[in-house]
C-alpha cells in the first residue's frame, strides 16, 4: 500500500462548483501534511498546510482526520484557474516528504 | 531572488551516458533535495543535503550521487543512464527541512534516455 493515496479522478466540474479532494495516509506516526498544486508540466507549489483543527484559506479548506488518517481538500465557487493537479503531501520528522500521485482537477466553463 | 534554478531544462541521454543536472537557490536555505517525477507516481525522493558537506539518501537513490559543496549548489550526477531514468526531475530547496518547511521548487530537467 503506497504511504499517500488519492483519487487521481479526472475530476470535471463547471465553474461555480464545489469539489472535494480526499487523500489517505498509512503512517500514523506521520507528522505534517500539505497540499501543493501542480500546473500542467511545472513545478509543484505549495497551496496551503494542513492542521488538526483545519484551516481555511479564501476559497480553500484542509482538513486532517488523524484518527481516520485522512486529508481533505475542499474548493468552493470553483474558477477556471483552479484548474490543477492537486498533491497531497506528508512531511515527516526525518525531513522527508512524501507525495501522493495526484488528483487532477479540471474546470469547465 | 531567482529562487531555485534548474539547468538544463531538457536533455536527451543515450544509454550509458553521464551528466549532471544543475541545482542552485539564493535563498541560503540549509535542506536541498532532488526528486524525479514520473507518470502516475508522485514524486519521489532521490537524494537530500540537510547543509554543505552533508547528503543522505531518499526512497530512489540507485543510480545518482549528489555532492554539497556550498550551501547554494546542489548537483545530480547520473552515473550511467538507463532508460528507466527517463523522468523530470525536480530541485527543491527550503529553510532548515523542518517538516513545517515550506519546499520550493525549481522549473524542473525533463530527461530522456534512449
Known amino acids: 500500500r503506497k504511504e499517500v493515496e488519492q483519487d487521481p479522478g479526472p475530476f470535471n466540474v463547471p465553474e461555480g462548483a464545489t469539489v472535494a479532494f480526499n487523500c489517505t495516509y498509512s503512517?500514523?506516526?506521520?507528522?505534517?501534511f500539505f497540499w501543493y498544486r501542480q500546473d500542467c508540466r511545472k513545478e509543484p507549489k505549495l497551496l496551503m498546510s494542513v492542521y488538526s483543527s483545519g484551516n481555511e484559506d479564501g476559497r480553500f479548506t484542509a482538513q486532517l482526520n488523524r484518527a481516520s488518517q485522512y486529508i481533505s481538500l475542499l474548493i468552493r465557487d470553483s474558477k477556471l484557474s483552479d484548474s490543477a493537479t492537486y498533491l497531497c503531501?506528508?512531511?515527516?520528522?526525518?525531513?522527508?516528504?512524501?507525495f501522493g500521485s495526484g488528483t487532477q482537477l479540471t474546470v469547465l466553463p | 531572488n531567482a529562487g531555485v534554478t534548474q539547468t538544463p531544462k531538457f536533455q536527451v541521454l543515450k544509454t550509458g551516458q553521464s551528466m549532471t543536472l544543475q541545482c542552485a537557490q539564493d535563498m541560503n536555505h540549509e535542506y536541498m533535495s532532488w526528486y524525479r517525477q514520473d507518470p502516475g507516481m508522485g514524486l519521489r525522493l532521490i537524494h537530500y543535503s540537510v547543509g554543505a558537506g552533508i547528503t543522505d539518501q531518499g526512497e530512489v537513490p540507485n543510480g545518482y550521487n549528489v555532492s554539497r559543496s556550498t550551501t547554494e549548489d546542489f548537483p545530480l550526477r547520473l552515473l550511467s543512464a538507463a532508460p528507466s531514468q527517463t523522468s523530470v526531475y525536480f530541485c527543491?530547496?527550503?529553510?532548515?527541512?523542518?517538516?513545517?518547511?515550506?519546499?520550493?521548487f525549481g522549473p524542473g530537467t525533463r530527461l530522456t534516455v534512449l
Open positions: 503531501v506528508r512531511g515527516d520528522s526525518a525531513r522527508q516528504l512524501t
Open positions: 503512517n500514523s506516526a506521520s507528522q505534517s
Open positions: 527543491a530547496s527550503s529553510y532548515s527541512g523542518a517538516y513545517t518547511d515550506t519546499q520550493y
